[in-house]
């Protein structure tokens, strides 16, 4: 496009528009000659931004010397075509000098210059005039004005969309990140979490019990056992009618319907949730358990179960003890041994559906945990010498009434008890009915003053003391006072010298005190602890009583003589048999035991700690000892004739006591014997403790004694004695 012209456009006639060189236009007022103002040039001129403008200030014409003409932004533009554009890069700076002017009356925004002269050839523009008059002085109380600013204020900045998409990304990326983050712990790290809480409505758990260990005899037969039974148990939330439920079942099960009602009443969980599960009776037998099936009761269920039987009723019942119906150990060995009897039961957990579809669902959650069957004991015990002993106790004990009995049986060199029986006695497989008194161990609970048989243990301490020899003889009085308490003899010596054997023949208590004078008493109660007294044995009944020796500074003046011979003396008849034994096995004590062995599930057998061992007297003296022990047995009129066994040589010890409890002697005698066989090498040892409350035990323990033993050399077949027993002098 061609660049505009300077000059005004001409019309037709050659003359230019919005001008006139005498002050008039072609719109001039023909009646008054004034210029006009309805032509185009006029009219309007153009700013640089298009706005329309009139000529006229106020509507009034200029005056001055001439007609004014309106300066339009045409007649004054350069000559330069890129000035707009470089006004419009400076940021609008031209522009906005030339609005800063009419500010202050928008009215005026038409800038007007007294119209130029025609200009003729030949005339040169005048030169502009410099002031030469100095400017009059501010006044010093008037404000300098401000000067207007060189630079006008750049215009605000557009908005950048940049930062804000920026940020909005940030914020949306930060957003998906956290959300992507709390996906990934809910589904990986609080996964169990959820899903136990909603398994947990759905699931069904049921116990799977752990067969209980055995126990065995020394030879492998069963004493008692575990049996597959059955268990019943009820889900409240599905017994739609409790008392007709329990109706049905109470003759099958044998518990009263009013008690199965009471175990079938809705229960609420630790967690709030209702009980699922709740047993009715355990033990079942698999036939009763079939008939409760059959019955087919909404909510009664069967699972496997075991139950424990006790093949010999009441045989070694005092030893072995009895479960509960969950198999819990409650009493003797089975409590003492519960840890080891009883496993670890399992746990099966499934999937089941509601109501008629409470059956495990296919393909859903279950989980199964085995049970850990317990391991077996095998005892010392063994099972037909314990079932004899305890019929001949029993027997002899028919004609004591109200009376206690205890036999124990023991291996020399070993410490192994083959028997132990008490008297009364009960029936493990069903001991609810039994009398407690009945389910105590009398061996290891019947704390006893022994009697004349603790004269062994003073005698064979002035042994090894050297207080006495084998062929030591004393003059015996017929009584000895002690304190204020006098002693005497059943068989008087009338002041004779008597022989340590006989002393024992005819348990003299006046010979018995008179050693023990010259023993003291420090060293009676050193020997004492040395045979085993005032300490559990730690045979492994559970319970045992450890008796009580009488510190020498509580001794009164009676004590002196009523410790030798027994009296003022706590113990067991176990205590008392473990004491026979370290003089059998050569003066070695031997801690007594009942276990032999623990059989694991596998079949591994794991020996039992070894028992504690440590010597009393030495070997010459254990057997002088057992030697003289034989007067009691073989000098006629001896206290212990009766315990005699035919064939064998038997050396032993009667004694007659008091039964204590809770320190308080009792009315009646505690008779006892305590012998071994063969006398010149012991193989066994066997002690019989007898309380009868009208004082006839004495005719129940040597008698005992002496059939007990026979039974035991013939059942492990020991050979008669070869030689007989020595002579014995009583007053030499």
Request: proline residues 10%.
């Amino acid at each position: 496009m061609p660049p505009r012209s300077e000059d005004p456009r001409r019309d037709a006639a050659g003359s230019r528009r919005g001008s006139s060189r005498d002050g008039r236009g072609r719109d001039a007022d023909p009646r008054t000659g004034e210029p006009g103002v309805g032509g185009i040039s006029g009219a309007r001129a153009y700013t640089p931004r298009g706005r329309t403008v009139r000529e006229e200030r106020g509507g009034q014409p200029r005056t001055g010397g001439g007609t004014e003409q309106r300066r339009t932004p045409r007649s004054t533009r350069s000559g330069d075509p890129f000035r707009p554009a470089l006004q419009v890069l400076d940021g609008g700076r031209a522009g906005a000098a030339r609005r800063a002017a009419p500010a202050a009356n928008r009215s005026g925004v038409v800038r007007t210059v007294a119209p130029r002269a025609p200009r003729t050839p030949g005339d040169e523009p005048a030169a502009p005039r410099r002031r030469t008059v100095p400017r009059t002085p501010r006044r010093p109380d008037r404000p300098a004005a401000r000067r207007p600013s060189r630079k006008p204020p750049r215009p605000p900045k557009l908005a950048d969309p940049r930062l804000r998409l920026r940020l909005g990304t940030v914020l949306t990326l930060a957003i998906f990140v956290t959300i992507g983050i709390r996906l990934v712990f809910l589904q990986a790290v609080d996964t169990p979490a959820y899903a136990g809480g909603g398994v947990a409505d759905r699931t069904r758990t049921v116990d799977l019990p752990a067969p209980r260990g055995a126990i065995y005899d020394r030879t492998g037969a069963l004493l008692a056992h575990s049996v597959e039974a059955r268990y019943v148990f009820a889900d409240p939330t599905l017994i739609e009618d409790a008392a007709a439920t329990a109706r049905a079942l109470s003759p099958l099960l044998g518990i009263p319907a009013s008690k199965l009602t009471e175990q079938m009443r809705p229960r609420k969980l630790e967690n709030g949730n209702p009980s699922r599960f709740q047993y009715l009776a355990r033990g079942v037998q698999i036939a009763t358990a079939r008939q409760v099936m059959a019955l087919e009761l909404p909510g009664i269920g069967v699972h496997r179960d075991e139950r424990r039987e006790v093949p010999g009723g009441d045989l070694a019942a005092n030893l072995i003890g009895f479960t509960s119906q969950d198999m819990t150990g409650l009493e003797g060995l089975e409590a003492r041994y519960d840890d080891v009897l009883r496993g670890v039961d399992g746990k099966r957990v499934y999937e089941a559906g509601q109501g008629d579809l409470a059956a495990p669902i296919p393909g859903g959650y279950s989980r199964t945990t085995p049970p850990k069957p317990g391991s077996s004991l095998k005892l010392t015990i063994d099972r037909d010498l314990q079932y004899m002993v305890q019929v001949i106790l029993s027997r002899r004990m028919a004609a004591v009434h109200g009376g206690t009995a205890a036999a124990v049986v023991m291996e020399v060199g070993s410490g192994e008890v083959l028997a132990q029986a008490s008297h009364p006695t009960y029936d493990a497989a069903k001991p609810i009915p039994s009398d407690p008194v009945a389910r105590e161990d009398v061996a290891t609970s019947f704390v006893v003053e022994p009697g004349s048989v603790h004269k062994a243990i003073t005698f064979g301490a002035a042994l090894q003391e050297g207080v006495i020899t084998p062929e030591t003889t004393l003059p015996i009085a017929n009584s000895i006072t002690r304190g204020d308490t006098p002693f005497s003899d059943t068989h008087p010596a009338n002041g004779k010298r008597m022989s340590v054997p006989g002393m024992l023949a005819y348990s003299s208590n006046v010979g018995t005190i008179t050693v023990a004078d010259k023993l003291g008493p420090e060293r009676l109660i050193d020997y004492q602890r040395r045979f085993g007294l005032g300490q559990p044995t730690g045979e492994g009944m559970p319970g045992e009583a450890g008796g009580r020796l009488l510190p020498v500074e509580e001794w009164s003046d009676s004590s002196y003589g009523s410790v030798p011979i027994g009296h003022s003396v706590d113990a067991t008849p176990l205590q008392m048999a473990a004491a026979y034994a370290a003089i059998a096995n050569d003066g070695t004590y031997v801690q007594p035991r009942l276990i032999k062995e623990v059989v694991g599930p596998d079949g591994t057998k794991t020996p039992a700690e070894a028992p504690v061992t440590r010597p009393v007297l030495s070997p010459q003296n254990a057997a002088a000892l057992r030697t003289m022990l034989e007067a009691v047995t073989t000098v006629d009129d001896a206290t212990g004739t009766l315990a005699a066994v035919p064939g064998f040589r038997v050396a032993g010890k009667t004694g007659t006591g008091w039964r204590l409890v809770d320190g308080k002697k009792q009315r009646g005698e505690v008779s006892s014997f305590i012998g071994m066989a063969p006398a010149e090498k012991p193989r066994y040892v066997i002690a019989v403790f007898v309380y009868d409350p009208d004082s006839g035990g004495a005719r129940v323990a040597s008698p005992g004694f002496s059939e007990m033993m026979s039974y035991t050399l013939r059942h492990f077949r020991v050979a008669p004695t070869g030689t007989p027993s020595p002579t014995f002098r009583v007053f030499p």
